[in-house]
């Protein structure tokens, strides 16, 4: 008999049909009735047992937990919230599990338990529905940009420049730790490691994406990212997962333009494909925001939330108005901000970010034209020669999602910049011959994945929306 996944058996609502499914047991009552799970849908089947008599030392190995093959015929099911429930005549323990040490029990757990059962925690419905959610979601991204014929490119994961400037990056090397070889002034030497040279794990795919947008014209990147930045918030991870689109010929306008359809695109893909999952996310995020004090409570619905940030425009403003904005605002003037808002070219802290998002705007915003020396090296300088065409967009709840630039194409100030900056330029020397051969106008900006699909989610911490995380004095599993 053919194997079916529950999700097709529960679409077809085929009653008087043999079938024969795999799956974990979530629940078992009365000797009688199980509830199987395959991972393929967030609904369980509905499952009776009506042997004559099953002894005791089998019924004993039906726990939660355990891999069971069942067949049988399946009948319109009368009692349960489903049409279809499978009247079983044959059953076969695949794994059985033990019930004193199978630490998925049904009932609720916190998430920071379950974070310490990664490898188990994908068995749970709240976990099973992101995940599909995460994979209906890397799918949306390709299907978007395949279809504005956007070319996918793979950049190099181990690479010797730090793209961001930002000097937070986990060295690759295979020297021997407890005793390297030394150079002349008896530093470690490099030029003896595996590649002959320092290098590092990427921060970002852009550099390179730019070389390909340069000759392919629009591309797109969606691979892990590394950082070693010591932040243990709820929004970072050491290691992310990123969408970096570059677009020859694209100034600040039509990459804010491009951004926004994208993430439309994908969120209104995702409602329609995800729908049982986010209904019962829904309903979770809402438990939640019940159980906090009232003035921290969203304002939204979870899938309100997504039809929203679908349906309007996000407000575009200037670094210089949000500054005016926020120095004017009644937490600045009341000093409640922990970083307060005085002067032009400080950098935005997350409290300013979600002052402007959450409570002034009241919908997603972009940011743009940000003083330069807050901003890496490669961005565009206005001709103000104080602002770099720099945009990061920020959403309700989530803060910044994404991060993106008009790029510097002009050979002399990209040198400028990179000797102000002081970044070493020798690593550079081939991406300074981007703009030494055509030379063109060209953007791009970067997507973090995991922050969309906390978003999309309603998962509050990073953390959980990625199956195995790596942060700062974790990296287990
Ligand atoms: O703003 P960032 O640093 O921009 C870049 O890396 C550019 N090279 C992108 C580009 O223009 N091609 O990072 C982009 C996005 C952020 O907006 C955020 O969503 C996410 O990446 N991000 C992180 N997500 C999880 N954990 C972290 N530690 C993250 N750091 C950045
Ligand atoms: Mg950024």
């Not at 990056?169 to 470690?188: A, H």
């Not at 003083?371 to 967009?393: E, H, L, Q």
């Not at 999602?401 to 910049?417: H, N, P």
């Not at 999309?456 to 990296?475: E, H, K, S, Y």
């Amino acid at each position: 008999m053919k194997q079916k996944k529950i999700k097709s058996i529960l679409e077809s609502n085929a009653i008087d049909k043999k079938c024969s499914v795999q799956g974990w047991v979530r629940t078992f009552r009365a000797n009688r009735f199980l509830a199987l799970n395959d991972g393929s849908t967030i609904e369980n089947l509905q499952c009776v047992l009506d042997f004559e008599k099953l002894d005791d030392s089998f019924l004993k190995q039906i726990n939660t937990g355990a891999a069971i093959k069942l067949s049988g015929i399946l009948s319109e099911s009368l009692g349960s919230g489903q049409k279809v429930e499978l009247q079983v005549s044959n059953l076969k323990i695949l794994g059985s599990s033990d019930p004193e040490l199978y630490p998925i029990q049904p009932k609720r757990h916190s998430l920071e338990f379950l974070r310490e059962k990664a490898h188990l925690r994908v068995r749970t419905a709240t976990f099973s529905a992101v995940m599909r959610i995460r994979s209906a979601l890397s799918f949306a991204v390709h299907q978007f940009f395949q279809q504005e014929g956007f070319f996918y490119i793979n950049t190099p994961i181990i690479t010797g420049n730090d793209a961001e400037g930002a000097g937070e990056m986990f060295r690759v090397s295979t020297l021997d730790l407890k005793n390297p070889p030394k150079d002349e002034i008896g530093n470690p030497d490099f030029k003896q490691d595996f590649f002959g040279k320092e290098t590092n794990l990427t921060v970002s795919g852009q550099l390179e994406a730019e070389a390909y947008a340069l000759g392919l014209g629009d591309v797109y990147t969606f691979g892990p990212t590394f950082r070693a930045e010591n932040s243990n918030t709820s929004r970072h991870l050491a290691e992310f997962w990123m969408i970096e689109p570059e677009m020859a010929f694209y100034d600040l306008n039509d990459n804010m333009d491009l951004a926004e359809k994208f993430i439309t695109s994908v969120l209104k893909n995702v409602l329609e494909s995800c729908k049982k999952d986010l209904k019962f996310l829904d309903e979770r995020f809402a438990k939640e925001e019940s159980s906090k004090p009232v003035k921290e409570r969203s304002s939204m619905g979870l899938i309100q939330k997504i039809e929203f940030v679908i349906k309007n425009d996000y407000r575009r403003v200037s670094y210089t108005e949000a500054i005016d904005i926020l120095r004017n605002s009644k937490p600045n003037k009341k000093k409640k901000f922990k970083y307060p808002v005085n002067e032009w070219g400080i950098d935005l802290q997350s409290e300013h970010e979600r002052f402007l998002v959450e409570k002034h705007f009241n919908c997603p915003v972009i940011l743009y034209d940000y003083p330069a020396n807050i901003k890496a090296f490669y961005m565009r300088r206005s001709d103000d020669g104080k602002t770099v065409r720099a945009m990061d967009i920020l959403f309700p709840g989530i803060g910044e999602i994404v991060g993106g630039s008009q790029r510097e194409e002009r050979l002399d100030v990209l040198k400028e910049r990179i000797k102000e900056m002081d970044i070493n330029a020798d690593e550079l020397w081939w991406y300074l011959d981007l703009r030494k051969f055509g030379s063109v106008p060209h953007s791009g900006f970067g997507l973090g994945f995991e922050r969309l699909v906390q978003f999309i989610t309603g998962m509050g911490n990073i953390r959980d929306v990625i199956p195995f995380p790596r942060t700062p004095q974790n990296a287990a599993f």
